[in-house]
C-alpha cells in the first residue's frame, strides 16, 4: 500500500524557521524511506485531507497548528487506530488526545532520521494491522511467490504468455490478479465450501461487523444467496409467504424448492412506484383469511421474504415486520440486495433484517432471520460478491451443517479469490469508524443534490426569464423542528439533520407526496441516497397529468450527455448515490438537466437535441407532449393497480410450471391468443417491477386488466420503439409484438 503521512505545521513549508526546517528535514528522511510527507498548514487543508486521502498511515501533529483539536478529532472520526505523533512542549493536554496519539515527538531534540525511521514504522504496523484477515492470507501467501502444479491452468497467469490474444489479456488486468486467482487446493487460504482457514476467519470477521451469527460468502451473486435460503428454509408442498416484489432469483428458489407461494402485494402510488406491503397485509387474520381461499395451500406458511430496501429506496422497520410476520411464520428473509450499507449509519437503525436481536424483539416470537446482500452493488466488491447473513432464533434453530450442504448445492467447487478477498475487503471498509464515515459521506451527498434541485427552482422563478423548473424530486416537501415543531420547507432545513435524523424521511401516514396508502407511523422510511427525480406529468395521488414529460426522452438525453440513471419509469428516474460518489458529480446532472430544459423551452428541432431519435420532423416538446398523451390515453397506471388489486389464479405451483416448461409442454403466444391461458414465465414490467404473471399463473380473460394492460405497452411499444418499454418475460418479435411462453392447452 503506498503510504502518506499529514503534517499538520504551524507554519508553511517553506518558513525560514529552525522548526520548518527540521520537519523538511524530517520529510526528506521518509521519502528515502518510501513514504510521502504532506505538508498542510490551514486546518481547512488537513482536514481535506483527511477527508479525502486514505493513504494516510500516520500523522505528524503540530499542537501549536491552527485548529489541532478539530484535526485530531476528525482522524478519529474516520480512521481506526491511525498513528498520530504529536509535538508538543505543553505538559497537560486535554485526557481524549492522549487516546488519540501514539505518541510525541521534540523535533529540535530528536534527529530527523530517528524521527522519520519511527513514524515509517508505525505507518508499516499500522498498513498491516489494517488488513482483514482472507486479504492479509492472500497478499502473505502471494508475496512467497510459490510455483504452482494445480489449477487453474493458467499457473499464476503464465499461460496467457504464450499467445499474442492471452498476452493482450495479462497485460490489461496485470499480474496480480491472475497470480491470486488460485485453486482450492492452497492450504494457506483455507476453504471456502468448509469454511475454514483465513475464508472461515474472514466469514466470522464479517459476521462481527454485519451483525449476523453467521455469515456465509456467496459467490455469483445475491440471486445465489436468495436461492440458498429458499432452498433451505422451505420443504417441499410448504407454504411461503413472498413478497410479490421480489427479484426473479425467489421465483427460482420457490422452483428448486417446491413451495407453494402466497404473495403479499405492495402499496403502488400515481407516480408508478411500488411501496411497502401495509402492515394491514401482515396481519396474522388477515393472512389466515388469505391462505383460507388460497387454491394449492396446504399448509400454514413456514417462511416469508420481503425485499428490503425496495428499489426505489422505501425500507421497512424490519423489526416491526418481524414481529408481524412472526405471528404467522417462524423464518423471515430480508432480501437486502441494495442495503448492505444499512447497519453503518443511524438513520438506519431497526430497518434492515441483522437489526432483528433478542434485545430489539425479545420473547418467543422473534423469528430466525436471514438477510441476504449484493455486497457488489452498494459496497465496495467485485460483481457477484454477495453475503448471507443468519441469526437464529430458538423456535427455528438452524443447524449450519445442514444449511451448508444446501449452500453447496448452488457453489462451484473452484471459487475465485479475488472475489472472495473483495468480500473480506468490504467488511473490513465498513468495520470501525470507517464504515459509518463512507455512507456519511454519500448521504451528505444526496440531502446536498436534493437541497440544489429545490432550491433551482426557486432561483429560476426569481430569475423570472424562463419559464418554472419543472423537475422535482421525490421527498417530503417539509421537514419538521423537532424542538419547535415548526414546519420548514425541505430546501432550508439543516443539512446536518437532514443528514442524521431519521424523522425527516419516514413516510408520515396519509401524506401526499409519498401516495400510499395504508402505513402507520414509523413503519416505512424514504433512504435519502435513492433519489428518484420526477418529471411533470405525474402526481403520486392523482396520477397522470394533463400535461408532463416522459421520463424516457430525458433519460435518452442524459445518456447523449454521458450520464445513465439507475432506472427509468413513466414519469421518474432514479439515481444513487453509493459510496463511489465523487463530491459535486450531480452537479453534471443538474447542468444537464438545466440543458434539457432550455431545449424544451425554446422548443429545439428533435433533430437538433437527439439526433436519430423520434420523428425527424418534430420538435422536443411536441415529441414530448405526443409521448405523454398517449401514456395518459392508455391508462396504464390505473391498469396496474387493477393488476395488483387481484392477483391472478395459481394454477400451478411454480415448480409444476417448470416442469412442463423443460418438457416442451409450452408454447410462446401473442397477446390475442394469451387468454385463457397459464403462464409458463414471469413477467415484469419496470416499473413498477413487480412481477404482474408468475409461471403457473393464469392470464385471464381477454378484456382482463392484464391483458388489457399488456395491449396497450405493445402498441405503445409499437408507437415509439425508441422508448420501448423495460419488460422481461414478454419476448418481441419483428413487428413489435409480445409474446408469452405459456402452457399448451
Ligand atoms: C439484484 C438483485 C438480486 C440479485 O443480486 P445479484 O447480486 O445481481 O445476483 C436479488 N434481489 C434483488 C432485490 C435485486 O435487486
Same mark, same amino acid.
Given at each position: 500500500m503506498e503510504r502518506t503521512v499529514l503534517a499538520a505545521i504551524a507554519e508553511r513549508p517553506d518558513a525560514d524557521t529552525a522548526l520548518a526546517e527540521q520537519v523538511r528535514r524530517v520529510g526528506a528522511a521518509m521519502g528515502r524511506l518510501g513514504v510521502q510527507l504532506r505538508w498542510t498548514y490551514r486546518v481547512q487543508d488537513a482536514l481535506a485531507v483527511i477527508g479525502s @486521502? +486514505?493513504?494516510?498511515?500516520?500523522m505528524l501533529a503540530?499542537? @501549536? +497548528?491552527?485548529?489541532a483539536e478539530q484535526s485530531l478529532d476528525a482522524v478519529l472520526r474516520r480512521f481506526r487506530g491511525l498513528p498520530v505523533f504529536l509535538m508538543t512542549a505543553e505538559q497537560e493536554l486535554p485526557l481524549w488526545v492522549y487516546e488519540v496519539i501514539q505518541g510525541f515527538v521534540f523535533p529540535l531534540e530528536d534527529t530527523p532520521d530517528f524521527i522519520a525511521g519511527r513514524i515509517v514504522h508505525a505507518t508499516e504496523e499500522y498498513a498491516d494491522r489494517i488488513l482483514p484477515p482472507f486479504f492479509r492470507a492472500l497478499r502473505d501467501l502471494q508475496d512467497h511467490h510459490q510455483y504452482s502444479?494445480?489449477?487453474?491452468?493458467?499457473a499464476g497467469g503464465v499461460a496467457f504468455l504464450k499467445s499474442p490474444v492471452g498476452r493482450a489479456f495479462f497485460d490489461f488486468y496485470g499480474e496480480r490478479l491472475l497470480r491470486t486467482d488460485l485453486s482450492i487446493s492452497v492450504p494457506e487460504l483455507g476453504s471456502p465450501l468448509e469454511h475454514t482457514g483465513p475464508v472461515g476467519e474472514a466469514e466470522r470477521n464479517a459476521a462481527r461487523v454485519f451483525g449476523a451469527e453467521r455469515t456465509f460468502f456467496v459467490m455469483n451473486g445475491n440471486a445465489t444467496a436468495n436461492r440458498v435460503v429458499g432452498h433451505h428454509a422451505v420443504a417441499r408442498d410448504e407454504t411461503a409467504l413472498v413478497d410479490r416484489n421480489c427479484h426473479k432469483s425467489l421465483q427460482h428458489a420457490l422452483t428448486i424448492s417446491g413451495a407453494r407461494p402466497l404473495y403479499l402485494v405492495p402499496e403502488r402510488n400515481g407516480l408508478g412506484l411500488a411501496g411497502p406491503i401495509p402492515p394491514a397485509a401482515l396481519d396474522p387474520a388477515a393472512l389466515r383469511a388469505r391462505l383460507a381461499d388460497h387454491p394449492l395451500a396446504e399448509t400454514d406458511p413456514v417462511y416469508a421474504v420481503i425485499t428490503n430496501s425496495t428499489y426505489d429506496g422505501l425500507c421497512y422497520d424490519a423489526v416491526r415486520v418481524a414481529e408481524l410476520l412472526g405471528e404467522s411464520v417462524p423464518r423471515v428473509h430480508f432480501d437486502e440486495a441494495w442495503f448492505a450499507?444499512?447497519?453503518?449509519?443511524?438513520?438506519?437503525?431497526?430497518?434492515?433484517?441483522?437489526?432483528?436481536?433478542e434485545e430489539t424483539l425479545p420473547g418467543p416470537r422473534r423469528p430466525t432471520v436471514f438477510a441476504t446482500q449484493s455486497t457488489h452493488k452498494l459496497l465496495a466488491a467485485l460483481s457477484q460478491s454477495a453475503m448471507l447473513h443468519v441469526r437464529p432464533a430458538e423456535r427455528a434453530p438452524v443447524d449450519y451443517e445442514r444449511l451448508n450442504a444446501t449452500y453447496l448445492m448452488h457453489c462451484s467447487t473452484s471459487p475465485l479469490y479475488p472475489m472472495i478477498a473483495s468480500l473480506d475487503v468490504a467488511a473490513g471498509m465498513m468495520d470501525g469508524p470507517s464504515g459509518p464515515y463512507l455512507v456519511g459521506e454519500a448521504v451528505t451527498e444526496a440531502v446536498r443534490f436534493r437541497q440544489a434541485m429545490v432550491r433551482l427552482a426557486g432561483r429560476i422563478r426569481e430569475d423570472g426569464r424562463r419559464p418554472d423548473w419543472y423537475f422535482g424530486v421525490w421527498q417530503p416537501p417539509h421537514v419538521t423542528e423537532p424542538g419547535t415543531g415548526r414546519t420548514v420547507p425541505f430546501a432550508e432545513a439543516d443539512p446536518v439533520r437532514l443528514a442524521a435524523d431519521p424523522a425527516c424521511w419516514v413516510l408520515e401516514?396519509?401524506?401526499?407526496?409519498?401516495?400510499?396508502?395504508g402505513l402507520s407511523d414509523g413503519y416505512c422510511l424514504l433512504d435519502p441516497v435513492k433519489v428518484t427525480i420526477v418529471c411533470p406529468g405525474a402526481d403520486a395521488v392523482a396520477g397522470t397529468l394533463g400535461w408532463g414529460i416522459p421520463a424516457r426522452i430525458v433519460a435518452a438525453y442524459l445518456r447523449r450527455r454521458g450520464i445513465v440513471v439507475e432506472k427509468t419509469g413513466d414519469h421518474t428516474l432514479l439515481v444513487l448515490f453509493s459510496m463511489g460518489i465523487t463530491k459535486g458529480k450531480w452537479g453534471t446532472l443538474i447542468d444537464a438537466l438545466t440543458d434539457f430544459k432550455r431545449a424544451y423551452d425554446d422548443d429545439l428541432p428533435l433533430a437538433e437535441v437527439l439526433p436519430g431519435f423520434g420523428p425527424p420532423a418534430a420538435t422536443l416538446r411536441r415529441f414530448c407532449t405526443e409521448v405523454h398523451e398517449r401514456l395518459r390515453a392508455l391508462g396504464l397506471g390505473e391498469l396496474v393497480n387493477e393488476i395488483f388489486t387481484d392477483l391472478p389464479e395459481q394454477v400451478r405451483t411454480p415448480a409444476d410450471s417448470y416442469q412442463a416448461l423443460i418438457r416442451s409442454r409450452t408454447e410462446r403466444v401473442p397477446l390475442d391468443r394469451l387468454a385463457g391461458s397459464v403462464s409458463a414465465a414471469i413477467v415484469v414490467v419496470?416499473?413498477?417491477?413487480?412481477?404482474?404473471l408468475m409461471p403457473g399463473e393464469a392470464a385471464g380473460p381477454a378484456d382482463g386488466p392484464l391483458i388489457t394492460y399488456l395491449r396497450a405497452l405493445e402498441e405503445f411499444d409499437r408507437c415509439f420503439p425508441d422508448l420501448a418499454t423495460d419488460i422481461h418475460g414478454a419476448h418481441r418479435d419483428g413487428d413489435g409484438r409480445y409474446h408469452v411462453e405459456v402452457e399448451v392447452r
Amino acid at each position: 500500500m503506498e503510504r502518506t503521512v499529514l503534517a499538520a505545521i504551524a507554519e508553511r513549508p517553506d518558513a525560514d524557521t529552525a522548526l520548518a526546517e527540521q520537519v523538511r528535514r524530517v520529510g526528506a528522511a521518509m521519502g528515502r524511506l518510501g513514504v510521502q510527507l504532506r505538508w498542510t498548514y490551514r486546518v481547512q487543508d488537513a482536514l481535506a485531507v483527511i477527508g479525502s @486521502d +486514505a493513504s494516510l498511515a500516520g500523522m505528524l501533529a503540530d499542537w @501549536d +497548528a491552527p485548529g489541532a483539536e478539530q484535526s485530531l478529532d476528525a482522524v478519529l472520526r474516520r480512521f481506526r487506530g491511525l498513528p498520530v505523533f504529536l509535538m508538543t512542549a505543553e505538559q497537560e493536554l486535554p485526557l481524549w488526545v492522549y487516546e488519540v496519539i501514539q505518541g510525541f515527538v521534540f523535533p529540535l531534540e530528536d534527529t530527523p532520521d530517528f524521527i522519520a525511521g519511527r513514524i515509517v514504522h508505525a505507518t508499516e504496523e499500522y498498513a498491516d494491522r489494517i488488513l482483514p484477515p482472507f486479504f492479509r492470507a492472500l497478499r502473505d501467501l502471494q508475496d512467497h511467490h510459490q510455483y504452482s502444479w494445480h489449477t487453474p491452468a493458467h499457473a499464476g497467469g503464465v499461460a496467457f504468455l504464450k499467445s499474442p490474444v492471452g498476452r493482450a489479456f495479462f497485460d490489461f488486468y496485470g499480474e496480480r490478479l491472475l497470480r491470486t486467482d488460485l485453486s482450492i487446493s492452497v492450504p494457506e487460504l483455507g476453504s471456502p465450501l468448509e469454511h475454514t482457514g483465513p475464508v472461515g476467519e474472514a466469514e466470522r470477521n464479517a459476521a462481527r461487523v454485519f451483525g449476523a451469527e453467521r455469515t456465509f460468502f456467496v459467490m455469483n451473486g445475491n440471486a445465489t444467496a436468495n436461492r440458498v435460503v429458499g432452498h433451505h428454509a422451505v420443504a417441499r408442498d410448504e407454504t411461503a409467504l413472498v413478497d410479490r416484489n421480489c427479484h426473479k432469483s425467489l421465483q427460482h428458489a420457490l422452483t428448486i424448492s417446491g413451495a407453494r407461494p402466497l404473495y403479499l402485494v405492495p402499496e403502488r402510488n400515481g407516480l408508478g412506484l411500488a411501496g411497502p406491503i401495509p402492515p394491514a397485509a401482515l396481519d396474522p387474520a388477515a393472512l389466515r383469511a388469505r391462505l383460507a381461499d388460497h387454491p394449492l395451500a396446504e399448509t400454514d406458511p413456514v417462511y416469508a421474504v420481503i425485499t428490503n430496501s425496495t428499489y426505489d429506496g422505501l425500507c421497512y422497520d424490519a423489526v416491526r415486520v418481524a414481529e408481524l410476520l412472526g405471528e404467522s411464520v417462524p423464518r423471515v428473509h430480508f432480501d437486502e440486495a441494495w442495503f448492505a450499507y444499512a447497519r453503518f449509519h443511524p438513520l438506519y437503525a431497526r430497518r434492515y433484517g441483522m437489526a432483528v436481536t433478542e434485545e430489539t424483539l425479545p420473547g418467543p416470537r422473534r423469528p430466525t432471520v436471514f438477510a441476504t446482500q449484493s455486497t457488489h452493488k452498494l459496497l465496495a466488491a467485485l460483481s457477484q460478491s454477495a453475503m448471507l447473513h443468519v441469526r437464529p432464533a430458538e423456535r427455528a434453530p438452524v443447524d449450519y451443517e445442514r444449511l451448508n450442504a444446501t449452500y453447496l448445492m448452488h457453489c462451484s467447487t473452484s471459487p475465485l479469490y479475488p472475489m472472495i478477498a473483495s468480500l473480506d475487503v468490504a467488511a473490513g471498509m465498513m468495520d470501525g469508524p470507517s464504515g459509518p464515515y463512507l455512507v456519511g459521506e454519500a448521504v451528505t451527498e444526496a440531502v446536498r443534490f436534493r437541497q440544489a434541485m429545490v432550491r433551482l427552482a426557486g432561483r429560476i422563478r426569481e430569475d423570472g426569464r424562463r419559464p418554472d423548473w419543472y423537475f422535482g424530486v421525490w421527498q417530503p416537501p417539509h421537514v419538521t423542528e423537532p424542538g419547535t415543531g415548526r414546519t420548514v420547507p425541505f430546501a432550508e432545513a439543516d443539512p446536518v439533520r437532514l443528514a442524521a435524523d431519521p424523522a425527516c424521511w419516514v413516510l408520515e401516514p396519509g401524506a401526499a407526496w409519498h401516495g400510499f396508502q395504508g402505513l402507520s407511523d414509523g413503519y416505512c422510511l424514504l433512504d435519502p441516497v435513492k433519489v428518484t427525480i420526477v418529471c411533470p406529468g405525474a402526481d403520486a395521488v392523482a396520477g397522470t397529468l394533463g400535461w408532463g414529460i416522459p421520463a424516457r426522452i430525458v433519460a435518452a438525453y442524459l445518456r447523449r450527455r454521458g450520464i445513465v440513471v439507475e432506472k427509468t419509469g413513466d414519469h421518474t428516474l432514479l439515481v444513487l448515490f453509493s459510496m463511489g460518489i465523487t463530491k459535486g458529480k450531480w452537479g453534471t446532472l443538474i447542468d444537464a438537466l438545466t440543458d434539457f430544459k432550455r431545449a424544451y423551452d425554446d422548443d429545439l428541432p428533435l433533430a437538433e437535441v437527439l439526433p436519430g431519435f423520434g420523428p425527424p420532423a418534430a420538435t422536443l416538446r411536441r415529441f414530448c407532449t405526443e409521448v405523454h398523451e398517449r401514456l395518459r390515453a392508455l391508462g396504464l397506471g390505473e391498469l396496474v393497480n387493477e393488476i395488483f388489486t387481484d392477483l391472478p389464479e395459481q394454477v400451478r405451483t411454480p415448480a409444476d410450471s417448470y416442469q412442463a416448461l423443460i418438457r416442451s409442454r409450452t408454447e410462446r403466444v401473442p397477446l390475442d391468443r394469451l387468454a385463457g391461458s397459464v403462464s409458463a414465465a414471469i413477467v415484469v414490467v419496470t416499473p413498477p417491477g413487480i412481477p404482474m404473471l408468475m409461471p403457473g399463473e393464469a392470464a385471464g380473460p381477454a378484456d382482463g386488466p392484464l391483458i388489457t394492460y399488456l395491449r396497450a405497452l405493445e402498441e405503445f411499444d409499437r408507437c415509439f420503439p425508441d422508448l420501448a418499454t423495460d419488460i422481461h418475460g414478454a419476448h418481441r418479435d419483428g413487428d413489435g409484438r409480445y409474446h408469452v411462453e405459456v402452457e399448451v392447452r
